[in-house]
């Protein structure tokens, strides 16, 4: 009679595996931010990562890694998650007083584009040369614009803007939140991010005023 095998599950083992595709990850994106995606080789990432090319041609081609570096750099982990049901973003929208949940909000956003804008830069200039970042490009614009109308329909739950204004005030919120829009204030225009998260605040809050 033949034993039935038991799956070998290693805590440990599956602990080093997502550290070394973090170090991947994170070496992979302050490369491609850093040189430009056509300009960094698979070498290259696994020597910053301090880890065989093996290795980091097993987490992915160049294209899934430059995704998961964003990710990563913008929520903390990788994945498909909606931003509105990371823990964070949940309590600031449960904040009861809506002028403090704006605020929150502008600094969330404030520090995930400081982390992200060279980056998303990055992949904005490889998508034109490569299918495979043009197709990661255009998901990550459509999963940023659920999220975006999730802002929207929070503006409207608090009374900001009237529920037939959702959609300019929604296509307003992801203008002024986008990566360029900090891209060109603060990388190029030279604003600080104290300057950028209270222009933020304050147009978010206007919306009101610009969705007739």
Do not use: C
């Amino acid at each position: 009679m033949t034993e039935s095998r038991r799956a070998y599950h290693s805590p440990v083992r599956a602990s080093g595996a997502a550290r070394t595709r973090a170090a991947i990850v994170d070496a992979a994106g302050a490369l491609f931010e850093r040189d430009g995606y056509a300009r960094t080789p698979m070498q290259a990432i696994a020597d910053e990562a301090g880890v065989s090319i093996q290795a980091v041609r097993l987490a992915g081609p160049k294209s899934a890694l430059l995704l998961a570096a964003y990710e990563r750099a913008f929520a903390g982990d990788e994945g498909r998650h909606a931003l509105v049901e990371r823990a964070e973003m949940v309590a600031i929208l449960e904040e009861p007083s809506t002028e403090l949940a704006i605020e929150r909000y502008a600094e969330y956003i404030t520090r995930a584009n400081a982390r992200t804008a060279g980056l998303w830069r990055a992949m904005a200039a490889a998508a034109h040369a490569d299918p495979d970042v043009r197709s990661a490009v255009d998901d990550l614009d459509r999963r940023r614009r659920g999220d975006v109308a999730g802002g929207g329909a929070w503006l409207v739950s608090r009374g900001i803007i009237a529920a037939e204004s959702a959609t300019r005030a929604t296509d307003l919120l992801g203008f002024v939140t986008h990566p360029d829009a900090y891209a060109y204030l603060v990388l190029d225009t030279g604003w600080d991010d104290v300057a950028y998260a209270t222009w933020l605040r304050t147009s978010i809050a206007g919306l009101a005023l610009s969705t007739p």
